[in-house]
């Protein structure tokens, strides 16, 4: 028996429409950031992002080095990870905040913002457009430094352990995940503050009180900030491998490094929901 036109176009018609909402949604999407990256054109956004990554393998490769030379128990390459680790602790927050006031900017520079409002494009929407940009510049360029000093570990004389390996998927899903609950944190404060000097002293404030808790044996209460993510949820048990570094040669690590990334992952969802939420508030009460 013969389906009913009536009955299959109903049908077709239930299934397609998710698909072409679907679709709608990838193609706006994709465009909007398009669009936010071509307002970076000449605003120096990729130079600063260059800039701050060289800076972030110097500050690295001076301190791989200096261990290189010193004592053969401390060249372990968990132990340069782990320093790395403390390095984009206090120094991304501050990259990400230039970062943001950069891309944010550029919608008052020749009055952009208004032209693409005029255009139909709400600032919700440039909101997330903004944050993937940011995000994804953010996460490459940690994992870009990550990546050089992991292939020059062994040339420059450190020991691979199985401490290492470990640690290493872990690390990766905690810093992907530090990216995000700053770069939303950041990019809502440039948008909801006119001057751009607030969201930068609260990044470098914010990013020194992350990296200084763990060495006051306050690290529980990085938990509470979004530029503590990475000392709350490192793989690596910093305290413990001062004393197993000296004795077994290698660091020790968390007891459960995947929990810790989970919780790190639910951190930066509400860090993100809290920004989302207060750019509604903005666009909404302004």
């Known amino acids: 028996m013969s389906t009913p036109p009536s009955a299959a176009g109903t049908a077709s018609d239930s299934l397609a429409e998710p698909t072409l909402l679907s679709a709608s949604w990838v193609r706006h999407a994709r465009t909007t950031v398009i669009l936010e990256l071509g307002k970076l054109r000449r605003r120096h956004y990729w130079l600063l992002a260059a800039s701050a990554s060289a800076l972030c393998l110097l500050w690295s490769s001076m301190r791989v080095a200096s261990r290189v030379t010193g004592p053969a128990k401390a060249h372990d390459t968990t132990l340069a990870l782990d320093e790395l680790l403390q ?35 709400r600032p919700l929407t440039r909101y997330r457009g903004k944050l993937v940009i940011v995000f994804l510049t953010a996460s490459a360029m940690e994992t870009a430094v990550l990546v050089l000093l992991a292939a020059a570990a062994a040339p420059l004389g450190l020991t691979v352990t199985t401490s290492y390996w470990r640690a290493l998927p872990p690390a990766l899903v905690v810093m992907a995940c530090s990216a995000l609950a700053v ?3 950041q990019l809502m404060l ?16 914010g990013g020194l009180i992350a990296g200084s808790l763990p060495h006051a044996y306050l690290g529980s209460f990085t938990w509470l900030l979004p530029w503590g993510i990475i000392p709350s949820a ?15 040669g290698d ?25 989302h939420t207060a750019i509604v508030h903005r666009v909404n009460y302004r």
């Open 183 to 185: 770069a939303s944190v």
């Open 87 to 121: 390095v984009i602790t206090v120094l991304m927050p501050v990259v990400t905040a230039l970062l943001a006031s950069r891309i944010v900017t550029a919608d008052t520079e020749e009055r952009m913002g208004q032209l693409m409002t005029a255009l139909g494009q």
């Open 190 to 205: 440039s948008m909801c503050f006119d001057r751009q000097a607030i969201g930068l002293g609260t990044a470098a404030v």
């Open 234 to 248: 490192t793989p690596i048990d910093t305290v413990a491998s001062y004393a197993s570094i000296h004795a077994t």
């Open 251 to 275: 660091m020790t690590l968390a007891t459960q490094p995947w929990i810790l990334a989970v919780f790190a992952a639910l951190a930066a969802t509400g860090w993100t929901v809290i920004a």
